[in-house]
């Protein structure tokens, strides 16, 4: 079972950057895809980012042109760069496959974009 640890999350103000890391004990794409969520407080889980083992990427709108996602060659980290922050960009982030899988949620990092 492949085990997936977060980590890069911090406080920033707005306009300012952080990436996050996703480390796989195992190759990240014996998932068909992997993405980055985030729950915020007194919201849903929602999806931020995916990409595919054939390089296929999407974003959510809110994150478009602000976020990348990709990964490392070894295919075993994934990344999200997030630039432009907002506060409304504040939440857990969490990786995961496309779609999530229970059993892989992990702890996730924090996220808080604040003056």
């Known amino acids: 079972q492949v085990r997936l640890v977060e980590s890069g999350g911090g406080l920033v103000q707005p306009g300012g950057s952080l990436r996050l890391s996703c480390a796989a004990s195992g190759s990240i794409f014996s998932f068909n895809a992997m993405g980055w969520y985030r729950h915020a407080p007194g919201k849903q889980r929602e999806w931020v980012a995916r990409?595919?083992?054939?390089?296929?990427?999407g974003y959510a709108d809110s994150v478009k042109g602000r976020f990348t996602i990709s990964t490392n060659s070894a295919l075993n980290t994934m990344y999200l760069q997030m630039n432009s922050l907002k506060p409304e960009d504040t939440a857990v982030y969490y990786c995961?496959?496309?779609?999530?899988?229970?059993?892989?949620w992990g702890q996730g990092t924090q996220v808080t974009v604040s003056s």
């Open positions: 990409i595919t083992g054939g390089g296929y990427i």
């Open positions: 995961n496959s496309v779609p999530p899988r229970v059993e892989y």
